[in-house]
Every structure is written in structure tokens, then in C-alpha cells.
């Protein structure tokens, strides 16, 4: 089954303790994205990556990492995580970096993170 | 002001009623739009992409009004399965010379018996 599988589903921690947050897809896809997701917000860009070793900042890259080592792979790092990155985060995938051209956005199913 | 702009409702219906949600977004060059739909505390999903010239798919209908800036929704016969949150998507163009979507922050569909 094609899909986008993020782990873990839930996740609470405390201020400063790293974590990451795995994502990996089945389909080949080139174009892997994070997003966070708040209340009255809409889904935010976090980081994207247009295929392997190739990534770059979206619209609220601040506190993230993000690695690309092999396509399917799309994990996001916090190194020391902070309240305000309590939100729940998708994953994405796909086939092109262009959503004018490419595939619809498949989403994972979503991690919820609560930091205290 | 958002670049993408939608009620957040909720609108609560009961089935069989005829719906519509408007969403505006800012960059009159985007081109590209589309709806997606999201389950509670599920991951969005395409629902359907917005052509110029209007396109149907079974009970769902959308509309693009370029000179206004708006697409909209319309949802007609509701069931209790379309409650759900709505979201506008657009494209924008960035500096690097492609696009990127842009999300709305949804509208809230409810459907009561």
C-alpha cells in the first residue's frame, strides 16, 4: 500500500530533552515536506526537501533540523525543544517538487508533540 | 492579511442540505488550487482540484472566480460523512522560480441527523 508513515504518533517530552520524528514513504517520491499544524493557522512549512541531500527552509524553519539521506527517509530533528513547538506535524510526499506538475500531497498521519 | 482566507465556521447542517464555503487567497498570479479535506485529528487529503472553468465530482462542486480572487465548495445532498475541515490550498510562486502550496486554515463542516 502506498503510503506515508510518520513515527511516533504521540510524543510528550520536556523543554531542551532532542528528539526526531521519522518519516518515510513507499512511492519514490522526490519531494518530501514538513508542516506544523495550529489552531486558526492552517498547515506552516517547516522544512522541504526536492530530493536526496537536497533540502531548504520553509516559512517557520527556526528550532528544526531535517536530513534527506536516501530518498524514502525524511526525519525532523529537534534539538532542543521548546513550548511553542507544541502543534502537531505532518509529513508529505510528491512525485514532483512543482505541485503544479507532480502528484498530490500525500500526508502522513500525523504526530502530535506537546512540549512542557 | 493571509494569503489564503477561510471561514473557520463551523457550519452545522442537517443532512441532505446544499452547502458552500468561499475561500480568498491574496497573489492574484497564483494558478493552481485545490481543496483538501481533513478528519478530525486525521492527515488532509485531496478532495479535489479547482480547474478554471469549474469542475464537478459526484456531490461536490468547485468554482474558480479569478477576477475576485475566490474559489469556492459546494456540497449538495450532505451526508453525515462530510463533516470534516475544508482546506483552501493555492500555489505560489517563490523566488527559486517553481511553486509552493499554500494552505488556508480550514472551514468546519458539521452534519447533524
Known amino acids: 500500500e502506498a503510503q506515508v508513515t510518520q513515527n511516533p504518533r504521540y510524543l510528550i517530552t520536556v523543554t531542551g530533552k532532542k528528539l526526531t520524528v521519522t518519516c518515510s514513504q513507499n512511492?519514490?517520491?522526490?519531494?518530501m515536506s514538513w508542516y506544523r499544524q495550529d489552531p486558526g493557522l492552517g498547515l506552516r512549512q517547516i522544512y522541504y526537501s526536492m530530493n536526496v541531500e537536497v533540502t531548504d527552509k520553509g516559512d517557520v524553519p527556526e528550532g528544526y533540523k531535517v536530513s534527506r539521506k536516501e530518498k524514502r527517509n525524511f526525519p525532523l530533528i529537534l534539538e532542543s525543544p521548546s513550548p511553542n513547538q507544541t502543534s502537531l506535524y505532518f509529513c508529505?510526499?510528491?512525485?514532483?517538487?512543482?505541485?503544479?506538475?507532480?502528484?498530490?500531497?500525500?500526508f502522513g498521519n500525523g504526530t502530535r508533540l506537546t512540549v512542557t | 492579511r493571509k494569503e489564503v482566507e477561510q471561514d473557520p465556521g463551523p457550519f452545522n447542517v442537517p443532512e441532505g442540505a446544499t452547502v458552500a464555503f468561499n475561500c480568498t487567497y491574496s497573489?492574484?498570479?497564483?494558478?493552481?488550487f485545490f481543496w483538501y479535506r481533513q478528519d478530525c485529528r486525521k492527515e488532509p487529503k485531496l478532495l479535489m482540484s479547482v480547474y478554471s472553468s469549474g469542475n464537478e465530482d459526484g456531490r461536490f462542486t468547485a468554482q474558480l472566480n479569478r477576477a475576485s480572487q475566490y474559489i469556492s465548495l459546494l456540497i449538495r445532498d450532505s451526508k453525515l460523512s462530510d463533516s470534516a475541515t475544508y482546506l483552501c490550498v493555492v500555489t505560489s510562486r517563490v523566488s527559486g522560480g517553481y511553486n509552493k502550496l499554500i494552505f488556508g486554515a480550514g472551514t468546519r463542516l458539521a452534519v447533524h441527523p
Open positions: 508529505a510526499s510528491s512525485s514532483h517538487f512543482d505541485p503544479e506538475v507532480g502528484s498530490p500531497l500525500h
Open positions: 512511492m519514490n517520491h522526490e519531494y
Open positions: 497573489n492574484s498570479a497564483s494558478q493552481s
